[in-house]
């Protein structure tokens, strides 16, 4: 039995498996399969400082290799989700770790819901994921994750607003994702997570309509996975806070390539939509993978490869 | 979420097709209305499950009634007696049972009439069946619905069989038929239909639920891919988004919102 814990610096995880934010609800949809505190953390879905719609539908359509989403961030908004029994205060009775994805139209928003929830809710939260890169909404999202100073400018208003551990969330849809890592640690972010999604367009050509209302939305599933350990590995290589790889994670040999690569943790994505029992058999697998390699942590595999 | 074998997956006629599952578990908790979400295969071009109605859960088996559309079911229609499914369920909110002495009266379009069948069961006062179709090859299961006791009513779009209309066109017959008693109204079938029987049942105060959704992922409320515009009672007038497969698919009708 390898030592399972994963340590961040202002915060530690029981383990390195997490589930990614957009892809578990807030958490309570799947309790009703597996006790979700057994998971290293879960991230639930972005949050901004009113309750939005979200993008129309059709929202998602599947292709070769994974799916494409345009949800656009349907979310019930800060007061609800620190209130509602639906939210935050029914997950903590599951005794989950926590996580929470914010987002904002404007930086100030982002700093307002990074106050909010620290100001009400501090112990609840084990960090907060700052998205910068949704695809799918106009303002707000990607626009943020893919201009380094408008990157500067939310990140360091969120950590002048809270003293909660960060992690930055970065887009893949940029030509140099190190250097968004590089801003990310130099504001003040004391983790990043990446990948998020691929912008992406699929149509449907019987009736010559993209099959996203959106038009294009979001790449996700196995399909990115090999973009996303190249991307984890050029990050680590050029940062020293820890990274939470994630993308296309379907089984625990993926979430191991990924810690390989540079993760210090994972997240279990669209794979729970497949399977929800996919993050527990991935923790599993590490266990199993470290015994078999005579691993007494796992924080040996981090950023472990020999080439 | 347990693995069921399939017991038999045979088609009916045209695309049409019936599919028992050995499940226990399911067949024990399934209500009226509620669906399984299937995952029908490793193929990475099809990776996500597939949601079915369910439309009969008796002694352990679960049985679905489905159509050929795409892919996904096209592949479905293709596992022999034998394979094993992963089968989550039974998910979302089913149909409320009929309560004392009204009357179930279930609107289908096609192959709807699979989700609403279940009813029959629930139903002590019998009940009726409208169902709707195209043309005669896309109705089904009104042998069933007889012999469950609900009394069968036709439309379809060339009069093929039963009357020359829409399932709404039955509504006048009916509500002759049964003046002076207490009915409620199930309604399972294509969007459009759906919506016209909203207004209608609106127009005459009639009441009851209807089944709406969207192309589904998750299954269980998790990644928000379903949505459906319901009723934002907090704002007359104004709709909001509520997931199909977990909120729904089963709406009352005063939450059906109606552009």
Request: proline share 5%; aromatic share 8%; hydrophobic share 40%.
């Amino acid at each position: 039995m390898a030592d399972l814990k994963v340590d961040f610096g202002k915060f530690q995880l029981k383990n390195p498996v997490m589930t990614a934010s957009g892809t578990f609800g807030y958490g309570l949809e799947y309790s009703q399969f597996y006790d979700i505190s057994k998971l290293g953390a879960i991230m639930v879905k972005g949050i901004r400082s009113v309750p939005s719609d979200g993008n129309p539908t059709p929202r998602v359509a599947e292709v070769t290799g994974g799916m494409l989403n345009a949800i656009g961030l349907q979310g019930p908004g800060v007061e609800k989700f620190l209130h509602d029994e639906h939210y935050l205060p029914g997950v903590k009775k599951t005794g989950a770790t926590v996580i929470v994805n914010i987002w904002g139209k404007t930086a100030e928003e982002y700093a307002e819901v990074a106050a909010r929830l620290e100001a009400e809710a501090k112990n609840d939260i084990t960090a907060l994921e700052i998205n910068i890169s949704c695809p799918n909404v106009k303002a707000g999202g990607a626009a943020f994750g893919t201009d380094p100073k408008l990157a500067e400018q939310v990140i360091s208003a969120v950590r002048n607003a809270t003293a909660l551990p960060l992690i930055t969330k970065l887009s893949p849809n940029v030509t140099s994702i190190a250097e968004f890592a590089r801003i990310a640690e130099a504001c003040g972010s004391d983790s990043v997570s990446l990948i998020n999604t691929l912008s992406a367009m699929a149509i449907d050509i019987e009736t010559r309509r993209t099959k996203l209302a959106n038009r294009t939305g979001g790449l996700s599933g196995p399909a990115v996975k090999p973009v996303a350990i190249r991307m984890v590995n050029e990050v680590y290589k050029a940062v020293k806070i820890p990274i939470i790889g994630k993308g296309g994670i379907c089984n625990g040999a993926d979430a191991v390539e990924f810690m390989i690569a540079g993760a210090t943790a994972v997240a279990v994505g669209t794979a729970n939509f497949v399977d929800p029992y996919v993050p527990l058999q991935v923790i599993d697998f590490i266990n199993d993978y470290c015994d078999r390699h005579g691993m007494k942590s796992v924080s040996e595999l981090t950023g472990s490869l020999l080439n | 979420m347990p693995n069921c074998t399939l017991i038999s997956n045979e088609r009916m006629h045209g695309q049409y097709f019936r599919a028992v599952f050995d499940a226990p578990e399911i067949a024990t908790d399934a209500t009226p209305g509620q669906f399984v979400h299937i995952r029908i295969d490793n193929r990475l071009d099809q990776m996500l499950r597939r949601p079915f109605s369910i439309h009969n859960a008796l002694d352990g088996k679960l049985t679905i009634v489905y159509k050929v559309v795409g892919k996904g079911t096209q592949t479905f229609s293709e596992l022999p007696a034998g394979s094993v499914c992963d089968i989550l369920g039974p998910c979302g909110k089913g149909f409320s049972a009929p309560a004392g002495d009204v009357i179930p009266v279930a609107v289908c379009g096609g192959y709807g009439a699979a989700a609403t069948f279940m009813l029959t069961r629930q139903s002590k006062n019998g009940g009726v069946l409208l169902l709707g179709a195209r043309n005669e090859k896309d109705i089904l299961l009104t042998q069933e619905y007889a012999r469950a006791g609900f009394q069968v009513k036709v439309a379809t779009d060339d009069g093929s069989m039963g009357i020359k209309g829409r399932v709404t066109d039955l509504f006048p017959e009916l509500l002759k038929e049964y003046q002076g008693k207490k009915l409620f109204f199930y309604g399972c079938g294509p969007h459009p239909m759906l919506m016209a029987l909203a207004k209608l049942l609106r127009e005459k105060s009639l009441d009851g639920e209807l089944s709406v959704d969207h192309i589904m992922c998750c299954g269980v409320g998790a990644c928000f891919g379903c949505v459906v515009k319901v009723n934002d009672h907090a704002h007359p007038g104004e709709w909001m988004y509520a997931r199909s497969c977990a909120d729904g698919p089963v709406f009352k009708l005063a939450d059906i919102y109606t552009e």
